[in-house]
Protein backbone atom coordinates (compact mmCIF):
# COMPACT_ATOMS: atom_id res chain seq x y z
CA UNK A 1 0.00 0.00 0.00
CA UNK A 2 1.25 3.32 -0.56
CA UNK A 3 0.64 6.70 1.07
CA UNK A 4 0.46 9.26 -0.66
CA UNK A 5 0.61 13.47 0.58
CA UNK A 6 0.79 16.91 -1.25
CA UNK A 7 1.68 19.93 -0.50
CA UNK A 8 2.52 23.57 -2.22
CA UNK A 9 -0.90 24.61 -3.17
CA UNK A 10 -2.52 28.14 -2.77
CA UNK A 11 -3.50 30.97 -4.17
CA UNK A 12 -2.56 32.87 -7.05
CA UNK A 13 -3.07 35.43 -10.03
CA UNK A 14 -3.85 34.79 -13.02
CA UNK A 15 0.03 33.67 -15.41
CA UNK A 16 1.49 33.12 -11.45
CA UNK A 17 3.57 29.98 -11.19
CA UNK A 18 3.01 27.12 -8.60
CA UNK A 19 4.85 23.51 -8.08
CA UNK A 20 3.01 21.10 -5.89
CA UNK A 21 4.61 17.98 -4.55
CA UNK A 22 3.46 14.69 -3.43
CA UNK A 23 5.41 12.83 -1.02
CA UNK A 24 4.94 8.55 -1.13
CA UNK A 25 5.50 6.20 1.55
CA UNK A 26 6.92 2.56 0.82
CA UNK A 27 9.78 0.84 -0.28
CA UNK A 28 8.71 0.34 -4.22
CA UNK A 29 7.84 3.94 -5.57
CA UNK A 30 9.87 3.04 -8.79
CA UNK A 31 7.62 0.67 -9.57
CA UNK A 32 4.40 2.87 -9.29
CA UNK A 33 2.60 5.19 -12.10
CA UNK A 34 2.25 8.60 -11.04
CA UNK A 35 -0.23 11.24 -11.58
CA UNK A 36 -1.51 14.55 -10.77
CA UNK A 37 -5.90 14.78 -10.62
CA UNK A 38 -7.63 17.71 -10.07
CA UNK A 39 -11.41 18.34 -9.25
CA UNK A 40 -13.37 21.50 -9.85
CA UNK A 41 -16.48 22.24 -7.37
CA UNK A 42 -19.38 20.78 -9.79
CA UNK A 43 -17.19 18.69 -12.24
CA UNK A 44 -15.85 15.40 -12.49
CA UNK A 45 -12.22 14.62 -11.57
CA UNK A 46 -9.56 14.54 -14.10
CA UNK A 47 -6.50 13.00 -15.18
CA UNK A 48 -4.29 16.66 -15.60
CA UNK A 49 -1.01 14.54 -15.91
CA UNK A 50 0.52 11.42 -15.71
CA UNK A 51 3.76 9.77 -15.72
CA UNK A 52 4.15 5.93 -16.49
CA UNK A 53 6.08 3.91 -13.53
CA UNK A 54 9.34 3.12 -15.77
CA UNK A 55 9.33 7.51 -16.56
CA UNK A 56 9.05 6.12 -20.34
CA UNK A 57 5.88 8.14 -21.23
CA UNK A 58 3.96 11.17 -20.27
CA UNK A 59 0.18 12.22 -20.54
CA UNK A 60 -1.00 15.85 -20.10
CA UNK A 61 -4.68 16.94 -20.63
CA UNK A 62 -4.79 18.66 -23.52
CA UNK A 63 -6.10 21.97 -21.77
CA UNK A 64 -2.49 21.80 -19.30
CA UNK A 65 -0.08 20.86 -22.42
CA UNK A 66 2.63 23.30 -22.54
CA UNK A 67 1.67 24.97 -19.10
CA UNK A 68 2.58 21.83 -17.05
CA UNK A 69 5.27 19.54 -16.38
CA UNK A 70 5.07 16.48 -13.74
CA UNK A 71 8.55 14.72 -12.76
CA UNK A 72 9.30 12.66 -9.98
CA UNK A 73 12.62 12.00 -8.09
CA UNK A 74 12.55 8.18 -7.33
CA UNK A 75 15.40 8.69 -4.52
CA UNK A 76 12.91 10.95 -2.63
CA UNK A 77 9.74 9.12 -3.16
CA UNK A 78 8.59 12.31 -4.40
CA UNK A 79 6.70 13.45 -7.67
CA UNK A 80 5.63 17.44 -8.37
CA UNK A 81 3.51 18.87 -10.66
CA UNK A 82 5.26 22.64 -11.75
CA UNK A 83 2.55 24.39 -13.19
CA UNK A 84 3.03 27.67 -15.61
CA UNK A 85 0.73 30.25 -16.83
CA UNK A 86 -2.01 29.51 -14.36
CA UNK A 87 -5.49 30.11 -15.25
CA UNK A 88 -8.51 30.82 -13.62
CA UNK A 89 -10.09 27.66 -14.74
CA UNK A 90 -7.66 25.97 -13.22
CA UNK A 91 -8.79 26.39 -9.81
CA UNK A 92 -9.60 23.04 -8.26
CA UNK A 93 -8.44 20.37 -5.22
CA UNK A 94 -5.20 18.98 -6.64
CA UNK A 95 -4.75 14.98 -5.93
CA UNK A 96 -1.70 12.48 -6.51
CA UNK A 97 -1.86 9.04 -7.40
CA UNK A 98 0.20 6.16 -7.54
CA UNK A 99 -0.15 2.70 -10.00
CA UNK A 100 1.87 -0.35 -9.55
CA UNK A 101 3.53 -1.13 -12.72
CA UNK A 102 0.85 1.43 -14.92
CA UNK A 103 1.06 3.75 -17.73
CA UNK A 104 1.06 7.36 -17.96
CA UNK A 105 -3.02 6.87 -18.12
CA UNK A 106 -3.12 4.59 -15.10
CA UNK A 107 -4.82 2.43 -13.77
CA UNK A 108 -4.34 4.57 -10.57
CA UNK A 109 -5.16 2.89 -6.91
CA UNK A 110 -3.79 5.28 -4.59
CA UNK A 111 -5.01 9.04 -4.08
CA UNK A 112 -3.73 11.92 -1.50
CA UNK A 113 -6.13 14.13 0.43
CA UNK A 114 -5.76 17.08 -2.14
CA UNK A 115 -4.30 20.46 -1.91
CA UNK A 116 -6.47 23.25 -3.17
CA UNK A 117 -5.38 25.53 -5.97
CA UNK A 118 -7.19 29.32 -6.31
CA UNK A 119 -6.11 31.22 -9.16
CA UNK A 120 -7.57 34.52 -9.85
CA UNK A 121 -8.09 37.12 -12.62
Known amino acids: QVQLVESGGGAVQAGGSLRLSCAAS????????MGWFRQAPGKERELVAG????????YYADSVKGRFTISRDNAKNAVYLQMNSLKPEDTAVYSC??????????????WGQGTQVSVSS
Open 51 to 58: LRWNGLST
Open 97 to 110: AAGRLGTSRGPYEY
Open 26 to 33: GRTFSTYA
